[in-house]
């Protein structure tokens, strides 16, 4: 089974707080992505890469940037936390191949409070 | 660029029963995948059912499957004999045929809440 695990379940951090997501996938795959889920707004991309080093920005990828150093981690960095990013962070993974087959795998989500 | 629209916020079914979630979506490609996925209460997303816009068969995946409608744009997800794991927000995503960068990404709706009673 494809295994997407994230560093913490719950996070409290405070404004200005530099914090750091961590995402671990276990099946090799390409492509990782970071969204963020809000009530009413369902799921909202972030960042994702496609290759180790690679990095492209999503929908709203202000106030955060990535790192992907090895091919299976990828890390969300609030470069200094705020109110506005209280949120559930959700990580994904897939294959680079395309196709209806080709899900993303997500992880159990971090819920993050910035106080 | 597309869009998903899913226009039930809640939806409430009898354990046992039939419920029809609706989801629709725009966009100008030809070739693309339609996604259904689950998300328990504090638990993992986890995908329930797919579609190939190119496959005009619609889907089933045991209790779950879809209305496939290509030209009014259309993919509403059935549950039947709903049970009380039924439970969770359900998600409607697409994702371009055309695979390269961006492209290649899923496009979510906002989410319906269902909710099965005893």
């Known amino acids: 089974d494809v295994k997407v695990t994230q560093s913490s379940r719950y996070l409290v951090k405070r404004t200005g707080e530099k914090v750091f997501l961590e995402c671990v996938q276990d099946?090799?795959?390409?492509?990782m992505f970071w969204y963020r889920q809000d009530p009413g707004l369902g799921l909202r991309l972030i960042y994702f890469?496609?290759?180790?080093?690679?990095?492209e920005k999503g929908d709203i990828p202000e106030g955060y940037s990535v790192s992907r150093e090895k091919k299976e981690r990828f890390s969300l960095i609030l470069e200094s936390a705020s109110t506005n990013q209280t949120s559930m962070y959700l990580c994904?993974?897939?294959?680079?191949?395309?196709?209806?087959?080709?899900?993303?795998?997500f992880g159990p989500g971090t819920r993050l409070t910035v106080l | 660029a597309q869009t998903v629209t899913q226009s039930q916020p809640e939806m409430s079914v009898q354990e046992a029963e039939t419920v029809t979630l609706s989801c629709t979506y725009d966009?100008?490609?030809?070739?693309?995948?339609l996604f259904w996925y689950k998300q328990p209460p504090s638990r993992q997303m986890i995908l329930v059912i797919r579609?190939?816009?190119?496959?005009?068969q619609n889907a089933t995946e045991n209790r779950f499957s879809v209305n496939f409608q290509k030209a009014a744009k259309s993919f509403s997800l059935k549950i039947s004999d709903s049970q009380l794991g039924d439970a969770a927000m359900y998600f409607c995503?697409?994702?371009?045929?055309?695979?390269?960068?961006?492209?290649?990404?899923?496009?979510f709706g906002k989410g319906t809440k269902l909710s099965v009673k005893p």
């Open positions: 579609q190939e816009a190119y496959k005009q």
């Open positions: 995503a697409y994702r371009s045929a055309y695979y390269g960068g961006s492209q290649g990404n899923l496009i």
């Open positions: 890469s496609y290759d180790v080093k690679m990095k």
């Open positions: 099946m090799d795959h390409e492509n």
């Open positions: 966009t100008s490609e030809s070739d693309y995948y």
């Open positions: 994904a993974s897939n294959l680079m191949t395309g196709g209806a087959r080709n899900e993303q795998f």
